[in-house]
């Protein structure tokens, strides 16, 4: 690959990948006490992924390949590196039909029709698009996902703070009081709301993919995580308080709030023709997000490929670079699930199951992650972290934030999900187990062509 891609668009990229504002209603919901739970989550979350993931990325700068297969591969071991990556790639597939409920229902919205059979055929469309975009190569797939970060997160989260300045201005009533932000330690009873936050900032290390077409990756990497790191708090926190702030929690919808607030904010300005705009960012939002998360998981999944865990079909690109065949298996599984949203019946419920299951996933990802990086650290140079005191603290309050949040996702937030608590936290653990369990699959396939080569 060119060294082509700037400090700037590689910023970008890295605030598409995790700064959705799709996550916006989830976190307005807990409004009183995000203040409190989005400081833990920076501090016990996003600030050691960010830094020890860039770290992992520059020291294997160098290499043929990056990423987090690559990373705990040669900081643990092989399998631990497949078990990593098929977190990350199957929570991902768990992941894109919330996604594409939030960007098909936006859509809905303003053509004013919501049947599921309707939108479910937009999710499906919105999928095989994004797959048709990824087809071309990283460089491309970039481009396209930069512009969808520009009109879809910057420029609507900013008509969310001019929504905010009109509502003070004309002494509207908000519906969430500055006088009832509290930081009150009890608040962590309800510590489903820390897997709100975490969710909103999965995926800042997929952005590794790029690393060869940078120049100067080191410095330039190290550069555009810390410049999205201040964005994406700044623009989560504040956007969310917003949305709190004008919307009562309990109307707020988990895969539609975004536009009814946009809705209410346009309609005081007088300005609801400008809603079908507004949603069209919203729309090209998720979709610039989509973007990198389906082709960033399936890269890493192609280097495991390469090792003997998949078939030999896998492990080959397109004339683009781009590992086709895994995008066309996730694509028929992704297009699967998209699907089932015509058997639900609880939108609120089927969004916030599938988003805290791909959380749970994911996160032992982030355990192997940190592992690595600590084995890692007595072999490799020290690029980004210098001194081992941040280092070794950075780790662990990385591991300790996950084991939180990991736990917290087995309670049910009750002004979240209608089905009985026994029940959701059954249906949880079996969809976790099941979805680990299938990394045991793939070691069997490689012994077994191990000792029985082709």
Known sequence: MKNNLSLLMLTGLIIISVDSVRNLPSLAVFGEYLPLFFIIGVVFFLIPVAFISAELSANFVDQHQNGIFQWCSRGISDNAGMFAIWAQWSSNVIWFPASLLFMSSTI???????????????????????????????????????????????????????????????????????????????????????????????????????????????????????????????????????????????????????????????????????????????????????????????????????????????????????????????????????????????????????????????????????LAALRLRRTSKKTIIHNELVFYSLCIMGILGILVAMIAGFVMPKNLVSIDSLTYAGLYLCGFLFVCSLFMLFVYWRNKHLRDPL
């Open 108 to 370: 809905c919205s303003v053509f004013d029709f919501a049947s599921p059979p309707a939108i479910a055929s937009i999710m499906v469309t919105l999928y095989l698009l994004i797959m048709a975009i990824n087809h071309f190569g990283v460089k491309e797939s970039a481009i396209v996902s930069f512009i969808c970060m520009i009109l879809g997160v910057v420029i609507p989260v900013l008509v969310l703070f001019i929504f905010l300045g009109f509502w003070l201005v004309k002494g509207y009533p908000l519906e969430l009081k500055v006088s009832q932000i509290s930081f009150n330690l009890s608040a962590l009873k309800d510590i489903s709301a820390l897997t709100v936050v975490i969710i909103s900032f999965l995926g800042i290390e997929l952005c590794s993919v790029y690393v060869p077409m940078l120049k100067d990756p080191q410095k330039t990497f190290t550069r555009a995580i810390f410049l999205a790191v201040i964005f994406i708090v700044l623009m989560m926190f504040l956007g969310a308080l917003t949305i709190a702030f004008l919307i009562p929690a309990g109307s707020i919808s988990l895969y539609n709030g975004l536009f009814e607030t946009f809705k209410i904010g346009f309609d005081r300005l007088g300005l609801l023709a400008a809603m079908p705009l507004i949603s069209i960012g919203l729309v090209l939002g998720a979709f610039g997000s989509a973007i990198s998360w389906a082709l960033s998981p399936a890269v890493s999944l192609c280097q495991a490929a390469e090792r003997g865990y998949l078939p030999k079909r896998f492990s080959t690109n397109n004339n683009y670079g781009v590992p086709s065949n895994i995008l066309y298996i996730q694509g028929l599984i992704v297009i699967g699930l998209s699907l089932t949203i015509t058997m639900v019946d609880n939108m609120n419920s089927f969004y916030w199951v599938l988003i805290s299951l791909n959380t749970e996933v994911y996160l032992t990802m982030y355990i192997l992650m940190f």
